[in-house]
């Protein structure tokens, strides 16, 4: 089951993203989160399970080892 970032959570931080094997996670610069950050989110159908986002992410709770549709805010 893919991982989830959520989204409100997320700083934008993006230790993630070069750490991902796959290269599925991808950086929102704008529109902002609820903190007023950037953030990241997971694309589902790449995503292979690997756990390496969520070791790398400084931010407690911003990651999650499955998927959960409504916390993921993914841009149109
Ligand atoms: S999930 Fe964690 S490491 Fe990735 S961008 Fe968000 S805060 Fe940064
Ligand atoms: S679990 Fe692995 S493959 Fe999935 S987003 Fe995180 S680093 Fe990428």
């Keep these: ?3 989830t970032i959520y989204t409100d959570v997320c700083e934008g ?3 993630c993203i070069p750490v991902c094997p796959v290269e599925c996670i991808e950086l929102v610069e704008e529109p902002k989160n609820a903190k007023g950050t950037a953030y990241a989110y997971v694309k589902w159908d790449i995503c292979i399970d690997c756990g390496a986002c969520l070791a790398a992410c ?4 911003a990651v999650a080892d499955e998927q959960i549709e409504d916390v993921q805010k993914i841009p149109a």
């Design 58 to 61: 400084p931010i407690e709770g």
């Design 1 to 3: 089951m893919p991982y």
């Design 13 to 15: 931080v993006a230790d």
